[in-house]
Structure formats: C-alpha cells, structure tokens
C-alpha cells in the first residue's frame, strides 16, 4: 500500500526535475512552487471551494477506468467554466518524449483556475516545451 501525501511528493518532484530528454525542460515547468491540496474522495463529487487559491489533486476510487475519470473531468469542466480539471489515472501510463507524466498509483484529478493554466500555457508556447510531446497526447490535453 502507498501512501498517497509521500506518492504525490514524489510525484511533483519527479514531474519537476528538469530532464534531457526534455532539453532541460521538466514536465510540468510549474508544478515545484504550485499550492496544492490533497482530498480523498469516496464518491465522484468534485466540489472546489468558490475562492479556489491552490490547486486541488482529488484522489478518486481506485476501480475507475481512465475513461471514466476522463468523463468526469470533461463534465466538470463544463460545470465549472472558469476552472479547468486534467485527470491521471493510475493505470494509464503516459509519457512526453519517453519521460512518465502520470504518478502511477492512484486515480487523480486535478484541479486548477482555468486563467492560470492558459496563461502558463501561452508562456511555454514561446519555447520548443511543446515539441516534445506527442501530438495526440497534446490534443487530449489541451482539450479541457
């Protein structure tokens, strides 16, 4: 059993380590002095607080499939416009130039003020950051 504080530190650390086969880039260039809170769920109620200041990584049941956990980041992105949700799930390994982006451990989404994400977006569109990635990994992500 692992637990889910140490796997998420490890994780944010591991996503933030600037790495060669990325030119130098981490895979996620913001994610080492991002707030975050970490909330366990046992149903599917992502509820974020009004005044969002950090990001939230909700913890969702272990049995979902990726695909649901697609859906309910695409529902609640609809429900909440100005906030964006990006979902991991434990099971789906995914990569950006043979570096692994997912924790591997458990179900997450994540959950963030949609300005944020797009302005940090737009700062990396500046670089080569994007060159790396697959193009279908890309379109699944910037599709929230």
Same mark, same amino acid.
């Given at each position: 059993m692992h637990d889910l504080t140490q796997v998420i530190k490890s994780w944010i650390r591991h996503i933030s380590t600037p790495d060669n086969n990325l030119n130098g880039f981490s895979v996620c260039p913001y994610a080492k002095n991002a707030s975050y809170e970490i909330i366990e769920l046992q149903d599917l109620n992502l509820c974020p607080p009004e005044n969002l200041s950090k990001i939230i990584i909700y =913890? $969702?049941?272990?049995?979902?499939?990726f695909s649901e956990l697609f859906l309910l980041a695409q529902k609640n992105n609809q429900i909440y416009p100005n906030l964006i949700f990006l979902p991991d799930a434990a099971k789906r390994f995914t990569y950006i130039n043979n570096v692994q982006t997912n924790n591997?451990?458990? @179900?997450?989404?994540?959950?963030? =003020?949609?300005n944020d994400l797009l =302005?940090?977006?737009? @700062? $990396?569109?500046? !670089?080569?950051?994007?060159?790396?990635? &697959?193009? =279908?990994?890309? &379109?699944?992500?910037?599709? !929230?």
């Open positions: =913890k $969702l049941p272990d049995e979902l499939e591997g451990h458990f @179900n997450l989404i994540l959950c963030q =003020k949609r =302005k940090a977006r737009e @700062n $990396l569109l500046r !670089t080569e950051y994007y060159s790396y990635w &697959d193009k =279908k990994y890309l &379109d699944e992500i910037f599709e !929230t």
